[in-house]
């Protein structure tokens, strides 16, 4: 599902002319990684780049990709090399947040890949792991309306000048509740709540969080996830922010600046373009 979706974005077949054009707009420049990668001997690159890389017993890259594979989702080759480096950020502050009080939240889940690969992340340290304490949020309608912080440029249809559009429009990426209830069989005590950001947020228990990840995309669910959480956050509690470096979703970066400029949070920048806050004590 989510792969048709970059199919369609990043796949269509282009006048050779427009090659041509000097690649400055985000779609052009994924477009090309994708087909770059697409043609690229994938599976040899990932095992001299992963092949050592590990959570408990477990290889990342595979790792990953059976989470991908065990919730029904798909890895795309534009995606192939930042998601077992991702996976490996993600599982490494999960793993972190054990040793931590407090309950831990995923906003934005899609068919539940994450979820289950910081559930099984933490399975390798806790046997009985059963997801406890985890909750998972997300609408399972796709994500909410695009705001203006979330438009890129892209070519105008005459292939000159610059249109402002959303990189996905609102309902794309919807995944059905059932689908993750299924991926998630394995760990009985996640809880998940159906509903729109911030309005579900009024379904969480009130308490102290020790870890949250945010993947929504967009500005407006990524600042209500921000202003609902980080006041909440225990002392050396984690954020981490999937979409800080993302091209196609400019929005969710300017949530996260905008909130740690206004509350001088001191945050880093992965090279994957994941963002990360510890809440230092105050
Ligand atoms: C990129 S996907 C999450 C991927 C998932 N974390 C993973 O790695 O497998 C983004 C998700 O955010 C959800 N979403 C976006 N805006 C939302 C909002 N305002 N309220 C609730 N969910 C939203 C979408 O439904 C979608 O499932």
Redesign the pocket.
């Given at each position: 599902m989510?792969f048709n979706l970059f199919k369609s974005m990043f796949g269509a077949t282009r006048d050779p002319a427009a090659d041509r054009v000097e690649h400055e707009f985000p779609v052009e420049r994924l477009r090309t990684v994708l087909k770059a990668h697409a043609k690229a001997p994938r599976a040899q690159h990932l095992d001299i780049l992963f092949s050592e890389m590990r959570i408990g017993p477990h290889a990342i890259a595979e790792f990953a990709e059976q989470c991908v594979r065990d919730?029904s989702?798909q890895t795309p080759p534009l995606k192939a090399f930042h998601r077992p480096l991702a996976s490996y950020f993600l599982a490494r502050y999960y793993l972190y947040s054990l040793a931590l009080d407090g309950a831990r939240a995923?906003?934005?889940?899609?068919?539940?890949?994450?979820?289950l690969?910081m559930c099984r992340a933490a399975a390798t340290r806790l046997p009985q792991y059963d997801g406890s304490g985890l909750h998972l949020?997300?609408?399972?309608?796709?994500?909410?309306a695009p705001q203006d912080e979330d438009l890129i440029a892209v070519r105008g249809n005459d292939g000159q000048g610059v249109v402002m559009k959303p990189g996905f429009e609102g309902g794309?990426?919807?995944?059905p509740l059932e689908l993750v209830k299924r991926t998630m069989r394995e760990y009985a005590g996640v809880a998940i709540h159906a509903?729109?950001?911030?309005a579900?947020f009024a379904d969480l228990p009130e308490t102290r969080w020790c870890f949250v990840?945010l993947?929504?995309?967009?500005f407006?669910?990524t600042l209500?996830s921000l202003e609902y959480f980080y006041p909440r956050l225990v002392p050396g509690g984690v954020m981490i922010c999937?979409?800080y470096g993302a091209p196609m979703f400019p929005g969710a970066h300017r949530a996260w600046n905008q909130f740690c400029a206004q509350h001088e949070v001191p945050f880093i920048v992965l090279d994957t373009g994941q963002s990360v806050i510890l809440k230092v004590p105050a």
């Amino acid at each position: 599902m989510l792969f048709n979706l970059f199919k369609s974005m990043f796949g269509a077949t282009r006048d050779p002319a427009a090659d041509r054009v000097e690649h400055e707009f985000p779609v052009e420049r994924l477009r090309t990684v994708l087909k770059a990668h697409a043609k690229a001997p994938r599976a040899q690159h990932l095992d001299i780049l992963f092949s050592e890389m590990r959570i408990g017993p477990h290889a990342i890259a595979e790792f990953a990709e059976q989470c991908v594979r065990d919730s029904s989702a798909q890895t795309p080759p534009l995606k192939a090399f930042h998601r077992p480096l991702a996976s490996y950020f993600l599982a490494r502050y999960y793993l972190y947040s054990l040793a931590l009080d407090g309950a831990r939240a995923e906003c934005g889940v899609f068919a539940g890949t994450s979820a289950l690969l910081m559930c099984r992340a933490a399975a390798t340290r806790l046997p009985q792991y059963d997801g406890s304490g985890l909750h998972l949020i997300d609408s399972f309608a796709g994500i909410s309306a695009p705001q203006d912080e979330d438009l890129i440029a892209v070519r105008g249809n005459d292939g000159q000048g610059v249109v402002m559009k959303p990189g996905f429009e609102g309902g794309a990426l919807a995944s059905p509740l059932e689908l993750v209830k299924r991926t998630m069989r394995e760990y009985a005590g996640v809880a998940i709540h159906a509903g729109w950001i911030p309005a579900v947020f009024a379904d969480l228990p009130e308490t102290r969080w020790c870890f949250v990840h945010l993947d929504v995309d967009l500005f407006e669910p990524t600042l209500a996830s921000l202003e609902y959480f980080y006041p909440r956050l225990v002392p050396g509690g984690v954020m981490i922010c999937d979409d800080y470096g993302a091209p196609m979703f400019p929005g969710a970066h300017r949530a996260w600046n905008q909130f740690c400029a206004q509350h001088e949070v001191p945050f880093i920048v992965l090279d994957t373009g994941q963002s990360v806050i510890l809440k230092v004590p105050a």
